[in-house]
T-cell receptor
Framework: GNSVTQMEGPVTLSEEAFLTINCTYTATGYPSLFWYVQYPGEGLQLLLKATKADDKGSNKGFEATYRKETTSFHLEKGSVQVSDSAVYFC?????????????FGTGTRLKVLA | ETGVTQTPRHLVMGMTNKKSLKCEQH?????MYWYKQSAKKPLELMFV???????ENNSVPSRFSPECPNSSHLFLHLHTLQPEDSALYLCASSQERVNQPQHFGDGTRLSIL
């Protein structure tokens, strides 16, 4: 079946450091891929998405490229801020049993220190 | 009002109480979901409703009872809960058969005394 694997956290960085959070997936067919962010006390918010191979999703300085050859969708940001401290979830939606099923990774907590 | 709204945001209840969580979506979606989020555990899908019909129930104990009266509203009725049921309960919605992301509410933080 479909699955998503993302790196364990927490990830602790200094402000303005470069961020990478790894995500790999297994899926049949052509899933869409997503990154969600969850700030303390809130639900999951869609951060960015990519719907086909080689698509690059981007938002708020974050980017991720859908790499079919390596089945990866790593999240990157060139210069993190304290306000980026949150939990990040990689997810996919893929066709299974006549509908789209959503699979989430376990989440990676990011702490950015001033 | 837009998006997915959950009420209440916080709920404290005893093990013998009966309460309900409410979710409302204003996105025109036709599928709705309940998830449980516990500390240090992956997100757990509990129930899926598509076109107001329950299409998935992931071995959730009967003390949780979902209800979907129409495509905009979803309830989770709670009774005789256990301390291990304390968690953040998230509602989400999406458009059925369209490969688009789910949209989440801010959740109800449930504490069982």
């Amino acid at each position: 079946g479909n699955s998503v694997t993302q790196m364990e956290g927490p990830v602790t960085l200094s402000e303005e450091a470069f961020l990478t959070i790894n995500c790999t997936y297994t899926a049949t067919g052509y899933p869409s891929l997503f990154w969600y962010v969850q700030y303390p006390g809130e639900g999951l918010q869609l951060l960015l998405k990519a719907t086909k191979a080689d698509d690059k999703g981007s938002n708020k300085g974050f980017e991720a490229t859908y790499r079919k050859e390596t089945t990866s969708f790593h999240l990157e940001k060139g210069s993190v801020q304290v306000s980026d401290s949150a939990v990040y979830f990689c997810a996919l939606s893929g066709w299974a049993s006549g509908t789209y099923k959503y699979i989430f990774g376990t989440g990676t907590r990011l702490k950015v220190l001033a | 009002e837009t998006g997915v709204t959950q009420t209440p945001r916080h709920l404290v209840m005893g093990m013998t109480n009966k309460k309900s969580l409410k979710c409302e979506q204003h996105l025109g979606h036709n599928a709705m979901y309940w998830y449980k989020q516990s500390a240090k555990k992956p997100l757990e899908l509990m129930f899926v409703y598509s076109l107001e019909e329950r299409v998935e129930n992931n071995s959730v104990p009967s003390r949780f009872s979902p209800e979907c009266p129409n495509s905009s509203h979803l309830f989770l009725h709670l009774h005789t809960l256990q301390p291990e049921d304390s968690a953040l309960y998230l509602c989400a919605s999406s458009q059925e058969r369209v490969n688009q992301p789910q949209h989440f509410g801010d959740g109800t933080r449930l504490s069982i005394l």
